[in-house]
Each structure stands twice: as C-alpha cells, then as structure tokens.
C-alpha cells in the first residue's frame, strides 16, 4: 500500500488534519491540510437551520459527537430535532439515552425538518476538495478518531480502558495492535468509518499520536534502548505509552481537564516508574493506569509530548513534531502503522 498514494485523516472534534502521501516525492512536498472537523459542519448546519426557523434531520450514520452543543441548544430554544436511528448512534449507544435529550428518533424525515447529513467521512466532499486543488481521491485511505467504544453494562471509562488492557495482555502489547484492518466489534465509531473510508485501517487518535512518535527516527532509537515515555496531552484526553522496542508496556489515560499541570506531572512521574495504580486514576475522574513487568534495563525517563494541550507540560521534556508538523502526528502515526502492519 505505501507504493500507492494514501489519503490519511486524524478526525478530531476541532480540526480534521490531513496528509496525501505520495510516495516518490519529497515529505516536505506532499499536500497536507488542517481542516475544521466534519462535527463542526455538522454543527454549523444545525445552528443555520434554528436561524430559519427549521428543525433538523440527522440521517447517515454514526461520527464524532462534537455537535452535541448546537442540537441542544437548538432544543432548549424549542426547535424540533429529529434523528435516523443509525445516525442517533453518534448521540449515544442507547436510543433511549438520546430519546432522554428530547431527540425524536424516525426512519422518514419529518416534515419541517430540514436533512442534514452525518459521516466522518464524505467522498464527495473529499472528491470535490481535492478536485479543486487538481488532485484525485486516491485508493487507499486510512483515518483515525477518538472512539470510547460501546459498552453495555459498564461505564465508558472503564469500557474504554478494557480496550488497551486488552492490547497489553492479549496481544502481549505489540504496536501493530495500535491500528486495526478491521475494528472490534465494540469500536462503533471506528466500524462506520472504515466502512465510510471503503474497508481502508483506522486507529484510535490517542494511540495513532503516539504511533506518529515513532516515525521520528531519533524516538524510534531511544525506543529500541531504555524506552520512551510518549505522551499525547489532547484537547479532552491525555494518553501516554511507555515503549520499548516495538512493545507497548504500559498505558495512562485521563481527562485532560481535570489534571492541572502539577498534577498531571506527578502522574506521568509515578506512571514512567511503574508506581501509578489503575485505581489512582480512575477515582481521579480518569479512565486507567495499566503497567506490565518492564524488560531489562528499560527505565523510560526518555520523555516526548505531542498534542495541542501540550503547553501545559512545557519544560517537562521535548517537544516532537513528527514529519515537521505536530499537527499531523496522527496521520504519520497511521504511516507508522500501516508499516508495522506490513512488516
């Protein structure tokens, strides 16, 4: 795959940052975009519909929920929102959940409701964009979005952690476990959008971020010896990955919100020697904290951020900016991933 172009997407609730790799050509020459992200047209749309005085349709399939804010407020003014049962999943993993939020879930738009369109991915908007740019759609395309995951019975912080415990133990924390040809069952997001990107790999964001780490050449190597600590401070999550060779062996995840920087310091401290507890973090507000025997020598006090909270951190240990963009860590990470995959 990576002798063909590839459109690859980090789809976030902010921005969609994007990369067309093509192989031949320079890195540093390859179109890249930071676009608003799909949830803000979403939101956008539902905002221009209240101004007309129109309820909404929300029909397509499942996505990021980042327009959460505009459908409400749209309702609390007494605007009628109306939701296809596939496209409501994007609201919530249960109907009655999003029922609750005074969503109306039909199969047929009703009448006085104007149609808007959910998806993480259009082509047409693809084919269209690109098109005016005088570049073709390729083949290929692997994306990346943040997905909790759907988990009946359980709550989604612990939901969401059971994955990554999953990737340490069952898949004895090998990076490949990062990307997915196929998501699991559980991944709803991610299984819509690998169907919506035509059966292309998807990733996690977190974990993509930190796979985007590892292609700069300097982290890889520091990687192979003592290991690295790798941490993602994002807009509503942290995640950070102790690796060492091409193994994962330990994995944090909170809400970045509810850490302020000395607290979140003292995380990542305790996290690198082994010392934080699952259940530190969890009572905390955050999702988990899961660390495995560290291998010989290893001591991960090699230490790089990424993300757009990052700031936050400043002067805790280097900043990265894989491919010369931090932006885009998410879709090198995919790059990243897709080799790991084929080797």
């Not at 400043?314 to 084929?342: I, T």
Request: with cysteine.
């Amino acid at each position: 795959m990576r002798e063909a172009p590839i459109l690859l997407l980090d789809i976030g609730s902010g921005t969609q940052d994007v990369l067309l790799h093509l192989p031949g050509e320079e890195q540093f020459n390859c179109p890249k975009f930071v676009l608003p992200s799909p949830a803000k047209g979403v939101a956008r749309r539902i905002m221009e519909a209240g101004e007309a005085g129109e309820g909404v349709y929300l029909h397509g399939r499942n996505m990021g929920g980042g327009f959460f804010r505009a459908m409400k407020a749209l309702l609390d003014k007494g605007g009628r929102v109306a939701a296809h049962p596939e496209a409501a999943l994007a609201l919530g993993d249960s109907l009655d959940t999003v029922r609750s939020h005074g969503v109306e879930i039909a199969e047929e738009r009703p009448s006085g409701c104007r149609p808007v369109h959910l998806a993480d991915y259009d082509p047409g908007f693809w084919r269209a964009f690109l098109g005016t740019a005088g570049l073709e759609v390729p083949a290929h395309v692997a994306a990346c979005a943040q997905d909790h995951g759907f988990h009946p019975g359980s709550s989604n912080r612990l939901g969401r952690f059971e994955l990554w415990r999953k990737l340490l133990t069952r898949d004895c924390g090998d990076l490949a476990g990062l990307v997915y040809r196929s998501p699991p069952k559980e991944m709803t997001r991610l299984l819509a959008l690998s169907e919506s990107i035509g059966g292309g790999v998807t990733a996690d964001s977190g974990a993509a971020a930190v796979l985007g780490a590892l292609y700069d050449e300097d982290v890889r190597i520091q990687a192979e010896g003592k290991g690295v600590t790798i941490v993602n401070a994002g807009n509503s999550h942290t995640i950070a990955f102790l690796v060492h060779g091409r193994s994962v062996y330990g994995v944090f995840e909170h809400h970045t919100g509810m850490r302020d920087p000395k607290d979140l310091r003292d995380d990542l401290d305790r996290f690198r020697r082994g010392e934080l507890t699952n259940q530190d973090v969890f009572d905390s507000g955050g999702h988990g904290c899961l660390t495995l025997d560290f291998p010989a020598g290893a001591d991960f006090k090699a230490t790089y951020l990424l993300g757009p909270r990052r700031d936050m951190l400043a002067g805790y240990s280097p900043f990265l900016h894989p491919g010369g963009d931090m932006m885009l860590a998410g879709c090198f990470g995919l790059l990243k991933g897709l080799d790991l995959l084929d080797g």
